[in-house]
């Protein structure tokens, strides 16, 4: 049976979170997503049912994390209470869910919180790679376009003059500084297959949130968190193997975002990839999380999660 379906999800109904101490950990200023305690086909709580509950074993979490390429020296538990930019954070583990980084949003975003109304992260660990301090900020997708349809249109209509601009300036910014993230061409016309590339392309609400984190990560870097200075960063997105609505390109998203029909029918990481800069291509990292369940030693929690997602 399809596993990715309400009909074999709603099984779990009565236990959506593997272990309950996890929401304990998590401040309680945050607003998780409302279908994270009720929806069966939560991403939010497929995210807690694994990073959550290897939150306090770092050398789990390390493993796991290193599935996917990433090569952590060691990880830091999150200095709890910590105030970074004036927001202060009250979670507890070696893993913290639905960060926004500072109280004012370094990304030109108004209002909003930790999981509203804001560039919220799933997840966020703090390691060190290639001996330096380094943020990691995952998503973390499940039945996205198989439960619920993308949004396409991100950069449409008045919401999506604000946030092109809102977003535009912060680039322009970044590529006056010689850290552009995204492989554009400076000008439309050139010979390249990239001369069409621009912001406006990330329409689509997966490529929307990648743009974001990114931006996120980049203008939260340098700053210090407690005793830590995030020197480095790496942004990690990771899908179900199953879900190829969300895996692959396909043309009906494009519709809205003409400099990357070329692409369509490809993989989406390998295409985002491609669309990063050489430099961020580095700092860039994905997978599947339901092939990584089988690496957890606790027999347990291994037989929970793959009983239900693999």
Known sequence: MNKLTTEFQKRFSA?????PSVLERIDPAVKLHEETKGNPLSSSAACLNVIGSLA????????FLGSFGLEIEKLY?????VSFGNRIYHDKGYAIFEW???QDSPINETGGGRGQNRTSVDAFVLGKINGKTTQILIEWKFTEGLGRELVLGRFCGGKGVERLRRYSLVLAELRKQGDFPFDFD???????PKSSLGIYDFSPDHLYQLLRMTLLAKKTTGKALGKYTLEDYRIVHL??????????LHPEYLILSPGLKQFSGQQLHEVWKELLSPR???RFFYGHWDRAINMI?????RAYLSERYV
């Open 15 to 19: 236990n959506l979170i593997f272990d």
């Open 56 to 63: 306090n074993d770092p050398e789990e979490l390390i493993k």
């Open 77 to 81: 538990e999150f200095p709890s209470p």
């Open 100 to 102: 926004i980084g500072p």
């Open 186 to 192: 400076d000008e439309y016309g050139s010979s390249s």
């Open 239 to 248: 899908t179900h193997s199953q879900n190829n609505r969300i895996n692959i």
């Open 280 to 282: 961020d291509r580095e």
């Open 297 to 301: 030693e606790d027999n347990e929690l």
